[in-house]
């Protein structure tokens, strides 16, 4: 089925650990996204790759590190997971509009 | 920079009609969309609407644009209980490209 998978759908991290959200897509869309999504502050962008090879800080960069390794996929990077970070996240790309993942649940305890 | 408000939280009864609104501070957007997202499930474009239209309608979706305000608003028609979702008003200046998004307005519809 085409569109943006994510992976994992859910996690559960220790202050101070390191993990990879993964996110892929199959329409061959050159933009791709990472937001999060907290309560009553909506999406807030934190990293997006325009095209394949480029990446460029959103509006809360701080914590994280992202890789665009090929035109279909996209991964967003905590080096060192903090309580702040607790949050949904989710993947988009967009051609002429955004289409994202289901999101991933990140809980930092 | 660029913001986008909207109202946290709207009821309404079943069957009647939700109006949803959302204002936006740049006015170079030219793009405004409205997405839906349900519990636990990513965000699906419903609509949107090019800055000069005033209107477009979908079904039970009504589209009001008033570019002068910078004020968007969505009327769902005879809301049904599968509506109840969170509803985020977006905008860009490039088509697709680049979204700013409201922080999302929580519909639920009472019985």
């Not at chain 1, 905590?78 to 990140?106: I, K």
Request: with cysteine; aromatic share 12%.
């Amino acid at each position: 089925n085409a569109g943006v998978t994510q992976t994992p759908k859910f996690q559960v991290l220790k202050t101070g650990q390191s993990m990879t959200l993964q996110c892929a897509q199959d329409m061959n869309h050159n933009s791709m996204y990472w937001y999060r999504q907290d309560p009553g502050m909506g999406l807030r962008l934190i990293y997006y790759s325009a095209s394949e090879g480029t990446t460029d800080k959103g509006e809360v960069p701080n914590g994280y590190n992202v890789s665009r390794l090929n035109k279909r996929e996209f991964s967003l990077r905590l080096e060192s997971a903090a309580p702040s970070q607790t949050s949904v996240y989710f993947c988009a790309s967009s051609e002429d509009g955004y289409t994202f993942g289901s999101g991933t649940r990140l809980t930092v305890v | 920079g660029e913001d986008v408000e909207q109202s946290l939280f709207l009821s309404v009864r079943e069957g009647d009609s939700s109006v949803i609104n959302c204002t936006y501070t740049d006015s170079s957007s030219t793009y405004l969309y409205w997405y839906k997202q349900e519990p636990g499930a990513g965000l699906q474009l419903l609509t949107y609407i090019f800055s000069n239209m005033d209107m477009k309608q979908d079904q039970r979706l009504t589209v009001l644009l008033n570019k002068k305000d910078k004020h968007l608003s969505l009327r769902i028609a005879d809301t049904q209980t599968g509506d109840s979702a969170i509803y985020f008003c977006a905008e860009t200046a490039t088509y697709g490209q680049n979204f700013v998004f409201g922080p999302g307005t929580r519909l639920s519809v009472l019985p």
